[in-house]
């Protein structure tokens, strides 16, 4: 049941963060994927809440005798498919940069945690007859997926406030921008933000103030085809400003790094 609502979550924004953008939603609908972030963060949660419960009972109440053998081969079925499906899902995960579907992908990665716990707790209640070794590891595994839901919360949590671009992905646009060095003479305002698989970008550019508007217009052009083929899935836009001298500073010291000693 928790999986087909996760599952669900996942295709419902997927599909819906496909739309393209519209007069009410000039953006795109990229941000629908954290919803399913959000949904797989309370599935994973209330799952290791209720394990939790579960263990606890088991723990300071009665001990039901455990069929070891029953129990392993249902969780080496699920943990097989559960690995294949997990695998799957990442690939496509990073193929489409989809948020949605990387957060289904670490809900099934706690069902793999989970499968594999459980086994090793039956083999050493096999080994060693001792079944306080269930709930331990129950107690364990609660406390993992509690891990895996606050990090689904973090990335959901980061799409919805417009977190920045990672940094190795602002470098690309720093690499870009000292690449036309001899063309801009600095830049400020860089921002940057995520929606779903799409990436914004928007920056000012500042340039000889006698260059024309159509020299300034090719040169923001290249440098914004540039970042949007290194970063796939960008969209960037440039503001063109006379340069001043205020700014040119940041630019001279990205070139001076990249040059190095």
Known sequence: GTDLAAGSAALVSVRYALQPADKDHPYGHGKAE???AG???????IGGGFIVFQALRRLFGDQPEI???VGLAAMVT????NIALAFFMRREARRARSLALAAESRHLQTNVVQALTIILGLVLVGVTGQEIFDPLFALALAGYMGFIAVGLVKTALSDIL???LPQDEVSVIHDVLVEHLHEVRGFHRLRTRRSGATRHVDMHLMFDSHKSVRETHHVTDSIEHEIEARLPGSIVVIHA????GRHRGELEELARRRAGP
Do not use: F, K, N, R
């Not at 949904?39 to 949660?45: E, R």
């Not at 699920?78 to 498919?81: D, G, K, L």
């Open 162 to 164: 417009d977190e920045a």
């Open 241 to 244: 400003e006379p340069d001043d």
């Open 78 to 81: 699920a943990a097989t498919v």
């Open 67 to 69: 069929d070891v053998g």
């Open 39 to 45: 949904v797989a963060a309370g599935i994973v949660g």
């Open 34 to 36: 954290a919803i399913s």
